[in-house]
Nanobody, 121 residues
Framework: QVQLQESGPGLVKTSQTVSLTCTVSGGSITTNLYSWSWIRQPPGKGLEWMGV???????NYSPSLKSRTSISRDTSKNQFSLQLSSVVPEDTAVYYC?????????????WGQGTQVTVSS
């Protein structure tokens, strides 16, 4: 079973870039059975999908965040990462990494525990 663990700074300042990493175990980020996403939840609000990196390294981003978001991967470490630039207090949220499995066994998704990012003004 896939397990995900987010890591990164909990507190950043306005205009900085926040970098988060998701370490994956129990499955390879290069297998075509999975896609790998970043999702966030601001306080008191719903989940917001930010972007995805596929098994081949191709990416797709939320239109509203595309100009500030970059998702990359390190296949040697089985990790994928999020960079969000020019952050503002409204980017304060719990950030989750997510894996979606689509294959012969059906469809499942997996979540990390989430990491709080607070942007100070």
């Amino acid at each position: 079973q896939v397990q995900l663990q987010e890591s990164g700074p909990g507190l950043v300042k306005t205009s900085q870039t926040v970098s988060l990493t998701c370490t994956v175990s129990g499955g390879s980020i290069t297998t075509n059975l999975y896609s790998w996403s970043w999702i966030r939840q601001p306080p008191g609000k719903g989940l917001e999908w930010m972007g995805v990196i596929a098994h081949d390294g191709s990416t797709n981003y939320s239109p509203s965040l595309k100009s500030r978001t970059s998702i990359s991967r390190d296949t040697s470490k089985n990790q994928f990462s999020l960079q969000l630039s020019s952050v503002v207090p409204e980017d304060t949220a719990v950030y989750y990494c997510n894996a979606v499995y689509s294959g012969p066994l059906g469809h499942s998704d997996y979540w990390g525990q989430g990491t709080q990012v607070t942007v100070s003004s």
